[in-house]
């Protein structure tokens, strides 16, 4: 009589399991078509260059008087982290043509600030031809390496 009631039980538990799947077995698992790899934004570099990057979020470079002098994506290109030989570290900030001929004038020991939607990332100056703009890792607010996560939109 235990016997008749066991197997009574289990068969009743495999219809009452069997009738919530909806058609549906689920011992075979779904396959999902693939999705397309998303393609990052590439810039080529030689090797002698630094490795640029695209920042996120709006890049400014502002005079001492707070005057916007490059802003945005059209006047500051890109940018990258550099370590130097001696293991310093610098950011530099690839200045548009338009932007670069406004600024080759402009004194070599004038300061400049940049800034990352609209929070100072730290004091710029200027290198020769005026192409690029350069924050040592004295000159900026904070680790160098936690400003460029955060430029990238890594932090």
């Known amino acids: 009589m235990k016997r008749i009631l066991l197997i009574a039980a289990a068969v009743m538990l495999v219809l009452l399991t069997a009738a919530c799947g909806n058609g549906k077995s689920s011992s075979v698992p779904e396959t999902k ?4 790899a998303t393609d990052a934004p590439y810039i080529d570099t030689q090797l002698s ?5 695209y920042a996120e979020g709006t890049l400014q470079l502002l005079s001492a008087d707070n005057t916007v002098l490059a802003s945005g994506k059209e006047d500051i290109l890109y940018f990258a982290i550099v370590t130097d030989k001696d293991g310093s570290q610098e950011l530099r900030f ?3 043509d338009a932007v670069a001929a406004k600024l080759k ?13 609209n929070e100072m990332i730290g ?9 690029e703009a350069v924050i040592t890792a004295d000159n900026t607010v904070g680790d160098i390496t936690q400003v460029a996560s955060k430029i990238r939109g890594l932090a």
């Open 33 to 36: 078509a693939p999705q397309p």
């Open 105 to 117: 004038d402009q004194s070599a020991d004038a300061a400049y600030t940049m800034t990352l939607n």
């Open 123 to 131: 004091t710029a100056k200027l290198n020769s031809d005026g192409t």
């Open 94 to 96: 690839k200045l548009s």
């Open 49 to 53: 260059e630094p490795e640029w990057t």
